[in-house]
């Protein structure tokens, strides 16, 4: 299997977008659909136009694709702090900065492969001596990007966030 269509399979199924809901009832309630794209921009050309990742034939060190998670509310009920998830795939390092933030939204990563959370994930390494040294994980150790929104997502609305990973 080709890098990118490896890439591809990890991102372009629906564990890009895992979403969740705070509120649950047993009436019918919000009902999250989620959708994925990629876009591609090669490291050679950095001011080029995104273009569709299904596209490209070949990834090389250096490109990057923009990936754009959109969350809509069809249940009939809003979605109380709704959750989305966003991979990082294998052979890709997350880029910082890149994932979509307002006042609204708290973003978050995973270096366990989603396990735990935090705005600046740390990691602890032993020394010469033994004794362990906690420091921030690099963006390149991210394995997801979370984002959980503070307020309600109305029925029939969508929300869309979004984060670069470079090719490595």
């Known amino acids: ?16 977008a895992l979403l969740l809901c705070a509120r649950f009832s047993w009436s019918a309630g919000p009902a999250m659909v989620a959708q994925t794209t990629g876009s591609h921009r090669p490291a050679s050309r ?8 299904s ?15 959109q969350i809509m509310n069809q249940g009939d009920q809003p979605a ?16 910082p900065g890149t994932a979509t933030q307002t006042k609204n939204l708290e973003v978050e990563f995973s270096t366990d492969g989603g396990r735990t959370f935090s705005p600046a994930p740390a990691v602890s390494l032993a020394g010469k001596d033994g004794t362990f040294h906690t420091l921030s994980a690099p963006p390149e150790k991210y394995t997801t ?8 997502l109305p029925v029939g609305a969508t929300a869309e966030v979004s984060y670069e990973v470079e090719v490595r």
Do not use: C, F
Not at 46 to 53: F, G, H, T, Y
Not at 55 to 69: F, K, S, W
Not at 145 to 152: A, H, N
């Open 1 to 16: 299997m080709t890098r990118i269509k490896r890439i591809q399979r990890v991102a372009g199924g629906a564990a890009v």
């Open 80 to 95: 109380r702090i709704p959750v989305a998830l966003g991979p990082i795939p294998l052979g890709t390092a997350y880029v």
């Open 55 to 69: 596209d490209v034939d070949r990834l090389e060190r250096g490109d990057h694709i923009l990936y754009r998670v």
């Open 145 to 152: 990007v979370r984002w959980r929104w503070s307020t309600p």
């Open 46 to 53: 950095p001011n080029a136009k995104w273009s569709s990742l």
